[in-house]
């Protein structure tokens, strides 16, 4: 095998890994789904964003997804290393690591979990929103000297 090129075997591996993962989500209770952890939605955030509840899963889901793709959320969930590593190499679109865009997760959460403009925009705010929350992102400005 040429090096760049990924392993036949592992193709679809990750693709297939989100659909468990998202079926996963789904049978949960729904109301562990409504709080202020990142995985969770406030009731705010609900009425700010107009989210369908029961499609709130999944997009908490991609969110995870994204981020285990892009190497910042350290997880098996959606395959061991080679697996995210042959994901990245046949949508090399996405696979800047650590590096997390607003259109990009748009594109991403379309292709791999069926999401919707308005829902990967929502699921991508609530997200910016809960680090803030969090205290995971602070602005220069509010920094202690």
């Not at 969930?77 to 590096?99: I, K, N, S, T, Y």
Request: glycine share 6%; with cysteine.
């Amino acid at each position: 095998m040429n090096q760049g090129q990924g392993r036949s075997d592992l193709a679809g591996v990750f693709e297939a890994n989100v659909c468990c993962q998202m079926a996963h989500w789904l049978v949960r209770d729904p109301a562990a789904y409504v709080g202020d952890d990142w995985w969770q939605m406030t009731r705010a955030e609900a009425d700010v964003f107009a989210v369908d509840r029961k499609r709130f899963p999944v997009l908490a889901c991609a969110m995870f997804a994204y981020e285990a793709f892009k190497d910042i959320a350290q997880v098996d969930d959606f395959g061991p290393d080679a697996v995210l590593d042959e994901a990245r190499r046949r949508f090399p679109q996405w696979a800047g690591l650590r590096v997390i865009d607003a259109e990009e997760f748009s594109a991403f959460a379309k292709r791999f979990c069926g999401l919707t403009a308005r829902e990967a925009h929502a699921i991508y705010w609530m997200q910016e929103f809960w680090k803030v929350r969090a205290g995971i992102l602070r602005f220069v400005d509010e920094q202690p000297a």
